[in-house]
């Protein structure tokens, strides 16, 4: 349990590690089930999708079992039809005040029982030692799909809607909000014990922007599931300069990506607030087995100069051509040091 | 000479302003010559290249032209077969030391003709008053391309090459520079009055991996443009966690993208040591018209409150959907303001 008691501020035996994207294409084991079953039917087929969250647990022993699925997932019980093509691609995007209406409640049980099913199928085969953290997109990262219809480099096209549209833009993020409330609500019902919250695309937003359309809608889920009493995890991709203005969300942990020091994170946080997760560049696994230690080492020192705690974690979701082995030197590494 | 002054830190009698991407699409007149020549044929034939250049000089008054090119056309002239497919494409990109080898000096005569002579119809073209920038890509930026073939997200295969092979990666980077002052230096003797060096996707790194890699490749090719006695513009684009790295390099004038205050930059730089150039979130331009002037108003006021300088420009090029007249808007009330 050390990764739920690290993610409450709590003494931890050793310190716990996950990897974001755990489950996927790097493992030759998940390539030989991508072989079989595309992936918008994988994360709808819960027998698979717990198998493939199973395999990183297996060969590497982390402490956390990430649900594998999509942050686009929820949307198809929303009202919207999101189809992949690489990526998620929405063939008929948000584009106008009339289209945010489309935007409907989720109800969980007819919309995404087989996300709830893989829940409870994890809850079955994992020991108790290794909880589930169940997952949702943040709102103006599910945003950016649906306006752009799919990934750019910088979603102009959702940018450009929340100026020209600013009430509705709220409304969509109201929207979102209320449904990835309800979406990790039921997760936890499920057996899910702790949440985390992806927002892979905030950093695109300036602090002004963040303050008056993102903030209040992540504020609104976290507040939301505040009585649930199941650790909250927010992550704000990119968002080093947004830090000062995440300070305070209801969330416990927040992640921090590649670019900028823990003890850095912390202090714009305010100091202790929050235990933190990350961050080591996802990059530095292709480095030699030395200088990725020497890596390691680094964001383990910084992480043990927190005053609240440390997940270790990648500074982004782990690269497909990674070796595996290379993880497994790193889990091994978090592992045996000092805590 | 506003623009000139401005960079040097000297007095202006009105706000410079100029605008990335300036000669674009969102311009009909551009859109009406693209619609009889390809990317890469108009970057090579001067007499359009001047053309699109002084475009916008013409229609919004900037008091910068900044010349019509790719940072990649310079490549052609250093080895690299280089393609344009909506970004520029790689067909045989670097992946080994030994690819390294494949980049070649550069002789500016023989391989970018076509550059200097639209900077000399350039130079005879325009009122003394507004000068041409010339330009390059930074060498981490240039090897994006180089290695990863085409724009990504994040071009993992670049930070993974930066890991795996550090030392070809360098020499990679040294090659890239030399060249580039090589370039840069042949512009200014042309006539550019400005050399500016974009640093698009610089952001990607932390300060570590910037200190170790990129920043002396950017200060090699700045130091040696220094004798030119030519303002020199660097732009380490969403570098807001790299300025105390960057601070010190031997630049006149740094751009600022927008996802950080102007002041906060100075700050960030050492307050007063460059005239920095900047900011506003190009989105804003799809905004109603009172929520823009408040914007550029407030960078306005964040550029007044600079100690040496402030060029008023987008954080980022304008988008190709954005209305003329929106753009038109803000020259005026740049000009207009008070300095």
Known sequence: MNFLAAARGETVERRPVWIMRQAGRYLPEYRAIREKVEFLELTRTPELAA???LQPIRRFGM???????????????????????GGPWIEDPIRS????????????????PFVLETIDRLVEALPHEVPVIGFAGAPFTLLCYLVDGHGT???????AFLREEPAAAREALNRLAEGMATYLAAQARHGARALMLFDSWVGLLDRPTFREFERPAVEH?????RELDVPLLYFPNQGGHLLQEVAGVSADVIGVDWRIPLTEADRLLGSGRYTLQ?????????????????????????GSALPRG??????????RSTDPDALA????????AKV
Chains 1, 2 share one sequence.
């Open 221 to 225: 889920i976290l507040s939301s599931l």
């Open 310 to 319: 440390h997940i270790f974690n990648l500074g982004h979701g782990i690269d």
């Open 278 to 302: 990350g961050n080591l560049d996802p990059s530095l696994l292709f480095a030699p087995g030395e200088t990725l230690d020497a890596a390691v080492d680094r964001v383990i020192a910084e």
């Open 153 to 159: 480099k910088s979603f102009v096209r959702t940018r």
């Open 51 to 53: 198998e493939v969250t």
């Open 329 to 336: 030197r790193v889990v091994d590494r978090v592992h045996a």
């Open 63 to 85: 402490d956390a079992a990430i649900l594998f699925s999509d942050i686009m997932t929820p949307l198809e019980g929303m009202g919207i039809d999101v189809a992949f093509r």
């Open 97 to 112: 005040a009339g289209d945010v209406e489309r935007i409907t409640p989720l109800d969980p049980d007819a919309g995404v």
